[in-house]
């Protein structure tokens, strides 16, 4: 017999002692709030990530401009990552989220607008994209930060789980409706709608009451700062070994979405619309992995539930290469969306679980710092491959390396890091 669930307004109390009704429903509302902003700006997210794509391929008919593309924007969140992970832990984090909301805004609208008055120019969108990718690192660390304020130690599966499994809807509806806006409108507009739901996010930023704890901490130089982060991770044997998982993940992950819509598009010959409604069908399997970690995670723990999501990208991986079907890409799409989203949000968990929350900010930005750093090197180096052969060479040569990933993790002592269990007490 399982655990009972613990109501939703107990997953929500801040780190500390008992808290007060009132305290709890309060922080309940706060993360309600957080909730509905990051699920507006995930679908526009899931928006472009349709769009952008469709938008250089429009231009340039390149898959590998594609991956560069791809790949400049995440080292653009890497370049920040560093000084976000210090001014998150040294002030509060919603500052931070509200202004790289704004600032994300105005370049996506930019994208827009040149598109609409200049006509098709790859400049204006790899500037605005790059900007973009800069203005990533700071939301995305002080959105952990400011989850972990909001969240009860020992009940962050379940908060990532639910969060995550929102931007796995956005993924399922997001792509569908990127699709039909495309095929009707033309790619500059799915992107316009993106940029407005970045606008939502930032008042919804804006309205939440949460008090972020106060650090007493002296300040130093964010190198330095992050190298407190840095030198935590290469203390703890299981981070160090999640970290060296995941930056292979990395490498591979970066590409995988730009492959699924040049295979789609240019060597099975489908149309925008077409691309929008296989993968937003394919993004149930998202939903599907991040609902079922917090199950797993009782039966499994973290470290297992982290290498079955990535077996489960494997066998996609090798599976996309093997097959001219459309339907059974999509289908191999989804399995690898349930795998990436289960075992990304037990890595999570497991990172944010083993880490104190005075060092939340700045071992987070460690930690995607190396997870990340190969993220732009796969995209460019998958695609390319993909342009010089096929999709499919790219697709097996990634499942290749995705199974000597699983073997390094289970001689490591990530395969039997449990985590807290879900319902214990903290």
């Known amino acids: 017999m399982s655990p009972p669930r613990p109501h939703p307004t107990a997953a929500l109390s801040p780190p500390g002692a008992a808290e007060s009704s009132a305290s709890s429903a309060a922080n309940a509302r706060d993360f309600n709030v957080l ?28 898959v590998a401009k594609m991956g560069l593309l791809t790949g400049l924007n995440r080292a653009g969140g890497l370049v920040t990552m560093a000084i976000a992970g210090a001014l998150a832990d040294r002030m509060d984090p919603r500052r931070m989220m509200i202004a790289a909301d704004l600032a994300q805004m105005t370049a996506t609208l930019a994208v827009c607008a040149c598109w609409w008055l200049i006509g098709p120019t790859t400049s204006v969108l790899f500037v605005c994209v790059i900007l973009g990718g800069l203005l990533q690192g700071p939301f995305s660390v002080g959105y952990q930060k400011l989850l972990k304020t909001l969240v009860a130690p020992g009940r962050l599966t379940e908060a990532n789980s639910r969060i995550d499994s929102t931007f796995a809807v956005s993924l399922v509806i997001g792509p569908v409706l990127a699709g039909a806006v495309c095929a009707r409108f033309g790619p500059a507009w799915a992107i316009g709608l993106d940029g407005l739901t970045f606008a939502a996010s930032a008042v919804a930023t804006a309205i939440l009451r949460v008090r972020p704890q106060e650090t007493t901490r002296e300040r130093r130089r964010v190198l330095a700062e992050l190298g407190d982060g840095l030198r ?3 203390r703890n044997r299981l981070l160090r070994a999640g ?10 992950d970066g590409a995988v979405y730009d492959l699924f819509i040049f295979r789609l598009r240019q060597e099975l010959q489908q149309s925008e619309q077409v691309i929008g409604i296989t993968l937003g069908a394919a993004s149930v399997g998202a939903v599907v992995g991040a609902k079922l970690v917090p199950r797993l995670q009782r ?25 001219s079907s459309t339907p059974i890409v999509a289908l191999c799409a989804a399995l690898f969306m349930c795998g990436r989203f289960g075992g990304g949000v037990a890595w999570g968990a497991l990172r944010q679980e083993t880490t104190p929350h005075e ?22 180096a998958m695609t390319q491959l993909a342009e010089r052969t096929t999709s499919r060479t ?12 699983i073997l390094l993790g289970l001689a490591g002592p990530l395969s039997k890091a449990r ?8």
């Open 232 to 234: 935590f991770l290469a």
């Open 359 to 380: 060092y939340v900010g700045r071992v987070t930005a460690g930690a995607w710092l190396m997870t990340q750093s190969l993220v732009p090197l796969g995209a460019a």
């Open 394 to 405: 790219a697709f097996a040569v990634m499942g290749g390396l995705t199974w000597l990933l």
């Open 299 to 323: 039966r499994l723990g973290l470290g297992a539930t982290v290498l079955g999501g990535f077996a489960l990208c494997a066998v996609a991986l090798c599976g996309s290469s093997a097959t």
């Open 35 to 62: 909730w509905s902003g990051l699920a507006l700006s995930y679908l526009g997210t899931a928006l472009s990530v349709v769009a952008v794509p469709l938008l250089v391929f429009e231009a340039t008919h390149s």
């Open 243 to 252: 970290i060296g998982v995941m930056a292979g993940i990395g490498f591979v």
């Open 419 to 426: 985590g807290p269990v879900a319902g214990a007490p903290a």
